[in-house]
């Protein structure tokens, strides 16, 4: 049984769709560097360079939630039909979530210093909840790393992502309300208008191109990711086989 | 036996257990006192600046108070071993969670009553008005949900009691966001009418995390 799967992973489909993969990443950073036209109603220079992260910053935060939701689904599929394949998708779904939301926060944080004139603004909301989000999938990564028994972990990693999940909607609103009803101390106006665009025809395009782009890419790396987790589980069983044959 | 003679049962079997040594009620007491007085100094709220501060530190004393009992809730049943005797008495495992659900309350709500004085005293800041309870018992009920949950969850890991905040916090967020504001609002001035959106939060939270705990309190405990 183990075998099988061994041999299974060799098709040719996945390292082709990797190689298109890097291609479209590649012509998606010369579409947003160079191709996608300047937002013409931005003051200086360096905001109009730093708009250009927003084709990626978008993307990422994009298959960040995207990523999340997966997590979730495949930990009630887990719980449901307790079968060891949707706990592996949990997983490589919550890691590369993690690493795109912080790509999406680091980003934005790069866009936001020659923008807003500070790295971070506790004042918008969605900066404020991504960095919640991340937190409560570092948090997800912890449990999972701190139980040895692989059903045990599996069967309480997803219970903890469904109620983190769950969490995401009411920490929105929570952080919704608060700064729209905050006064407002520093600046004025609200957050959005700071550093907004126009969007032209063709940064749609650019933008779309990244989020199919992205989505793409997660869906590569999930495969990748979850081919890992399945080796690691051979390993580990033949591990278990060898000491109990001795 | 009725369900909620059941879930009583589990109640009475706490508070009764908690009573005999009240290490847990003492424990969580005497950190919250103790981190009012670590905000006093890292703050050093003084009658200007005390409005605004005093709402956070309240919530966090409750909060940080609140994780050394949920933890113990759990982590006392495993140590003692009886947490197996529990799951094999002939109730439904829901009547368990609301059991523990219920005790832990009890015991948050027993150290906020004797809190919110001694911070009303020790700040000259009229913290015990209805308005002002209800939200803290609305945020408290929110938090003792997920909390206990997570404290089932986490003394299945290896850091146990550690896991606990680290588990809880992030998710924590809505019901500490609008506790803050709340009761901000409140010492502004402002009335329950004003507040109602914090308020209808914190109900939200309340009714999803319970419904969501209840359902999946099952797979925690099901070894």
Known sequence: ?246 | MSYLRKVLAIVWKDVRAELRTKDILSSMLVFAGLSVLIFQFAFDLRADNVRLVLPGVLWIAITFAGVLGLNRSFILEQDRGSLEGLLLAPVDRSAIYFGKLIGNLLFIFAVELLLLPLMTVLFNVWLLSPALLLVVALGTVGYAAVGTLFAALSINTRAREVMLPILLFPVMVPVFVAGVQAVSRLLDGDSLADIVRWIQLLVAYDAIFLAAAMLLFDYVVEE
């Open chain 1, 1 to 246: 049984m183990v075998t099988s799967k061994r041999t299974r992973g060799e098709s040719k489909l996945w390292p082709l769709l990797l190689g298109v993969t890097a291609v479209l990443v590649a012509v998606g950073v010369y579409l947003a560097v160079l191709w996608a036209p300047t937002a013409v109603n931005l003051p200086t220079e360096a905001e109009q360079m730093a708009q250009r992260i927003f084709y990626f910053h978008v993307a990422a935060g994009w298959v960040g939630y995207v990523a999340f939701g997966v997590t979730a689904g495949a930990g009630i599929l887990y719980l449901l039909k307790r079968q060891r394949r949707w706990d592996h998708v949990a997983v490589s779904s919550a890691e590369i979530g993690v690493l795109f939301t912080a790509a999406n926060l680091v980003s934005g944080a790069v866009w936001a210093r020659p923008t807003w004139g500070t790295w971070w603004s506790w004042d918008d909301p969605r900066l404020t909840l991504a960095a919640i989000v991340l937190l409560v999938y570092i948090a997800y990564l912890m449990l999972r790393n701190a139980i040895d028994e692989p059903e045990r972990r599996a069967r309480l990693a997803s219970i903890y992502g469904i109620v983190g999940f769950l969490s995401v909607p009411l920490s929105f609103i929570s952080v919704r309300i608060w700064r729209t009803i905050h006064p407002a101390v520093i600046g004025t106006g609200s957050e959005t208008s700071q550093g907004g665009f126009d969007m032209s025809g063709d940064m749609v395009v650019v933008l779309l191109y990244a989020i199919f782009t992205f989505s793409l890419l997660y869906v590569v790396l999930l495969h990748y990711r979850l081919r890992l987790e399945n080796l690691r589980e051979q390993v580990d069983d033949l591990k278990t086989r060898a000491l109990i044959e001795g």
